[in-house]
């Protein structure tokens, strides 16, 4: 008879550094096991802070064969969402959030942004910092006419706003 032995482990070490990641942590009282499989899903790749508490899985009760799921730490995980609601974050405070009726936010914790694309929509409620071959002030600089932006020195190469 097949017996899954299911237990609640706490994360002390990842190795991310080979096909799969692993981890070591601590089972049953006293007991510590090491280069346990940490399964995730397709399309999400992290890297678990000590003291993650998660589920271990000893498939067949056989305890040389144990898989990590789920592992969350308690002190970064976000809290109070709504219902419907989803947060991918890190352990530095950086997060996406979807927020259903509030839309997509990004929050970077006052550290750098990055992003790519052939074209980018930016709406800041202060300053802005952006950098690139040019710049279209109000749209996308397809969409209208637009004017060098004047600056002391004279009319900007690279900035440009909608007329």
Known sequence: MSRTNLFRTELTGVDDTGEMQTGSG???????????????????ASHAPKGSHGIGIAGSGERSLVAFLGL??????????????????????NATRMLGEDGIWHDAADRPQKMTGKTVALKATENASIGGKKVYLGGDGTDGTYAAVMTDKGPSSVVFAKL
């Open 26 to 44: 601590y089972g049953y009282a006293g007991e510590e096991v090491d280069k346990v499989q940490i399964v995730r899903q397709h399309g999400l």
């Open 72 to 93: 969350e730490h308690q002190d970064h995980r976000p809290r109070d969402l709504k219902e419907g609601n989803t947060t991918l974050y890190d352990a530095k405070g």
